[in-house]
């Protein structure tokens, strides 16, 4: 298998595989999402996750400009 791209968070950890204090602190504030596509290491499918705290960016943590 080939080398996957890691992909870091916001706050410099791996992204869906470091436990990472910023994204959890941020996924309980609103913000404006930064989607970023990354395959976990658990499968290769590819998901859709927001650099600031890991969540899908459908969530409703995320908002337009910054604001609900």
């Not at 992204?15 to 941020?26: A, W």
């Not at 658990?42 to 995320?62: E, F, N, V």
């Amino acid at each position: 298998m080939a080398d996957r791209v890691r992909v870091l968070c916001a706050h410099g950890s791996v992204l869906l595989q470091d436990g990472c204090p910023g994204c959890d602190s941020e996924a309980e504030t609103p913000h404006q999402g930064d989607p970023v596509r990354v395959v976990p290491s658990w499968t290769s499918t590819p998901h859709t996750r927001c650099r600031r705290c890991t969540l899908r960016p459908s969530d409703r943590i995320h908002t337009k400009g910054g604001t609900r």
